[in-house]
Structures are given as C-alpha cells and as structure tokens.
C-alpha cells in the first residue's frame, strides 16, 4: 500500500510563512510526479505547486514568486515554502502522488494525502 502523509499547516498571520511537507511510504520504487493542490470553501481543488522527478516545475499564477516546491526523490518527499502568505491563500491543501510505481507494478491511481489545514487571518 501507498500513503502519503502531511504536516505543516496552521494558523498564520497575513505576511506570514509555512512549510508543508508530505512523505509517501510503502513499497514504492518510483514516483513520476509529486505535488500539492488546494480547496477552500465553496471551491473547486485547483493545483498549487507540482514537480516531476526530474525536476520540472509548475506553479498556478496566484502563487509564482511567493510559494516554492521542491523534494528528494530517495527519501519520496515533496515539501512547500509558503512565503508572503494571504487570506485568499486559505484553504485545505493535499499532497498528491502520481505515476507511482510499486513492487507489483505501476499504479493507475494517483494518492492523495489526508489534507492539512492552512488558515491566514489577523
């Protein structure tokens, strides 16, 4: 089995940073492409911050420039710098793995972690 797990979401003050990270586990060889994405009330998920395992990066507009996406491929991790954060950043973000490759072959399921809250107010 795969499972992804997450940490680093709070309460922060506009202006302010966090730093998620998430660590997928299981039987894995390989993981095509890690990332994040983000819904907040009354939203559809949109993509925050994806990376592929050789190290292409993409970002949504209302990020660039404020938030960074990086990993380690042998440790399986992918972890977000959220810097010069704003209320309209609140939301539920989610690790999400996808084109992983198992001892029993490659998963057609792309994983999700269980979501972490990540809320900017004064």
């Known amino acids: 089995q795969v499972q992804l797990v997450e940490s680093g979401g709070g309460l922060v003050q506009p202006g302010g940073s966090l730093r998620l990270s998430c660590a997928a586990s299981?039987?894995?060889?390989?993981?095509?492409?890690m990332g994040w994405y983000r819904q907040a009330p009354g939203k559809q998920r949109e993509l925050v911050a994806r990376?592929?395992?050789?190290?292409?990066?993409n970002y949504a507009d209302s990020v660039k420039g404020r938030f960074t996406i990086s990993g380690d491929n042998a440790k399986k991790m992918v972890y977000l710098q959220m810097n010069s954060l704003k209320p309209e950043d609140t939301a539920v973000y989610y690790c999400?793995?996808?084109?992983?490759?198992?001892?029993?072959?490659?998963?057609?399921?792309?994983?999700w972690g269980q979501g972490t809250q990540v809320t900017v107010s004064s």
């Open positions: 999400n793995a996808d084109g992983v490759t198992t001892v029993v072959g490659r998963s057609v399921l792309a994983y």
């Open positions: 299981g039987s894995i060889y390989s993981i095509d492409v």
């Open positions: 990376r592929t395992r050789n190290g292409a990066i």
